[in-house]
């Protein structure tokens, strides 16, 4: 296909309906409606076998990983996942017993985060699929809208080096995402799906950019492994820029607050690491800070169009 995913999401999305119960639609991690007066979260996301993960995958994470991925966005938003429904889509020759581990591993992420599966579909399908759609609450969510020149970036955890195992074990940061809206701090944030040097753009302007400091990105140990044994010449800060799929929380916040919330976070989630990777500029685009200089960073993360 001659276009990337972002552009053919936003023709997809131009004249949708939409009526005054849709607080924020398509462009966020999540819809935001207005139910009653109370906010709700609406999210889908789907994975598929090929593509997110391989045939010889083990049925219980595959199932696991499909839930995961709808809760780190509803943790990009600051919310709490309630309800969420299922389509299954499986070989016609697949066995059942395979089918029931899939849906333990659903029923387990579901269960550790007190989540209703509350119905869904099946169907057959060439390759193994689950889209899961899931509902949430929220108080105040946080957008990824809303960064302003100056705002120190964070982010946590690790970057690359997903696919050694990350990819199908992460933990969505739901705790610390409403944890950081409690804060009041937060301007923009997103999860990070797509890769760094992809996602982070979702938290800019036309008329703003970001610079980020090479020497604090947070190099999974996976990705430095991975990049010594590739003779392709793939190191471990250009996984951490595209890989993806580390489900991590990308965020910024006022320089004036960047120490406490650092700080504050130290305290609450002392086993899950914080940095500062860099800045929100008024010069549009990436960039990145080395020993050596400034340079524009003109790679992009993961896009499903590029890989059909």
């Known amino acids: 296909m001659s276009m990337s995913e972002t552009e053919l999401i936003r023709r997809l999305t131009r004249d949708l309906p939409a009526d005054s119960s849709v607080l924020t639609g398509p462009g966020d991690d999540c819809a935001v409606l207005d139910w009653g007066g109370s906010k709700l979260l609406f999210k889908t996301d789907a994975i598929v076998e090929g593509i997110h993960f391989e045939r010889n995958t083990s049925p219980e994470a595959i199932g696991r990983k499909a839930l995961a991925r709808a809760l780190s966005d509803i943790a990009a938003m600051a919310g709490t996942p309630t309800h969420a429904l299922v389509t299954l889509g499986v070989h016609a020759d697949m066995k059942p017993d395979l089918i029931e581990a899939v849906y ?19 169907t057959t399908l060439p390759q193994l699929t689950l889209s899961v759609s899931l509902i949430g609450e929220v108080a105040a969510p946080i957008l990824r809208t809303g960064s302003e020149v100056g705002d120190a970036i964070f982010v946590s955890g690790e970057l690359g080096g997903s696919l050694a195992g990350h990819h199908l074990e992460f933990t969505p940061r739901l705790k610390e995402a409403r944890w950081l809206a409690e804060q009041e701090k937060v301007h923009a944030m997103i999860d990070l799906s797509d890769g760094l040097a992809t996602d982070l753009r979702h938290l800019l302007t036309d008329q703003t950019g970001a610079e980020l400091l090479t020497r604090a990105l947070p190099l999974r140990r996976a ?48 086993e899950t690491p914080l940095h500062c990777i860099g800045k929100i500029t008024d010069q549009p685009g990436i960039a990145l800070r080395d020993d050596k200089g400034v340079k524009p960073l003109t790679l992009h993360g993961y896009d499903h169009l590029e890989q059909s």
């Open 223 to 270: 990705a430095k492994e991975r990049a010594r044994e590739n003779t392709s010449g793939k190191t471990a800060l250009l996984a951490a820029l595209t890989d993806g799929e580390d489900y991590e929380l990308l965020f910024t916040v006022l320089p004036k607050d960047a120490i406490s919330v650092l700080d504050g976070w130290k305290s609450a989630f002392p």
């Open 104 to 122: 333990q591993g659903l029923r387990d992420c579901a269960q550790e985060h007190r989540v209703n599966i509350v119905g869904g579909e099946t």
